[in-house]
């Protein structure tokens, strides 16, 4: 069957002699894993337009019974050439496509695709001193999209209803805990400005006042290992690795 979808490269990588296998993240049919044949010869109706994060309309030969299947034509639209070209915004960028790629589900979800292509744009326009406040919130934004958004208004153990202010954040527990639950856990102290700019991202608010280079490693630290022990079950990521580490 042949279906013509949005689709975003979020992997490739060189097959035989003349071939390429990318992974596609697509609006109409989620994650899917195709061929490109000819894809290196010098005159392949391909062309450069399958590199890293390009987004367009891929012509697509599906058969279910197949985990494999056969790209048949790409029609760019956007190569984003401009994260490329900043190193902080494209490990951000390369750390969302990993988070999609390993961890999306395998059935069709439209606002998935439709997030990480907004979140790719934003990325990509935003004014280099926003970038690490706007990388956190693409990250979040996908964390919480593919359903592991840490628990920060209520207990993550009991429920119970937080008060304001400074917290203690439990990555084993998910979230935050109430004063009873914290007493002989292992927590780490999360400020009040902190949790309160954590409230903020989970809510898909940009604006959570500046970052100092510390407080952006604490943030970055935080997601990092909140997805490392909550959605990847502690698998190797390595784009997010290196976004965590500060590009």
């Not at 292509?117 to 935003?126: C, G, K, P, V």
């Not at 902190?194 to 989970?202: C, Q, V």
């Not at 407080?215 to 022990?229: D, K, P, Q």
């Amino acid at each position: 069957m042949l279906v013509s979808t949005p689709a975003i490269v979020l992997h490739s990588f060189k097959y035989g002699d003349t071939s390429k296998i990318v992974r596609l993240l697509t609006r109409e049919h989620g994650v899917q894993s195709a061929i490109a044949k000819g894809a290196f010869r010098p005159k392949s109706r391909f062309g450069a337009r399958l590199q890293f994060l390009s987004q367009g309309s891929a012509q697509l030969y599906i058969r279910q019974t197949r985990d494999l299947q056969t790209l048949a034509g790409f029609d760019l639209s956007d190569q984003r050439t401009g994260l490329t070209q900043h190193l902080e915004r494209y490990a951000a960028a390369s750390a969302l496509a990993e988070l999609v790629l390993r961890l999306s589900p395998a059935e069709r979800h439209p606002e998935i695709f439709d997030l990480l292509a907004a979140s790719l744009d934003r990325l990509e326009q935003a004014p280099a001193p926003s970038i690490p406040a706007i990388g956190l919130l693409s990250l979040w934004s996908m964390v919480s999209a593919l359903g592991f958004a840490p628990s920060v208004e209520r207990c993550a153990r009991d429920g119970r209803v937080l008060p304001e202010g400074a917290g203690r954040f439990s990555l084993a527990d998910g979230g935050l805990l109430c004063s009873a639950c914290a007493s002989g856990t292992e927590t780490s102290k999360l400020p009040a400005e902190d949790r309160a700019a954590l409230e903020a991202l989970l809510e898909g608010k940009q604006d959570i006042g500046p970052l100092t280079p510390r407080r952006a490693a604490a943030h970055r630290r935080l997601l990092a290992r909140f997805v490392r022990r909550h959605a990847a079950e502690e698998r190797e990521l390595k784009a997010l690795q290196f976004w965590e580490a500060g590009s």
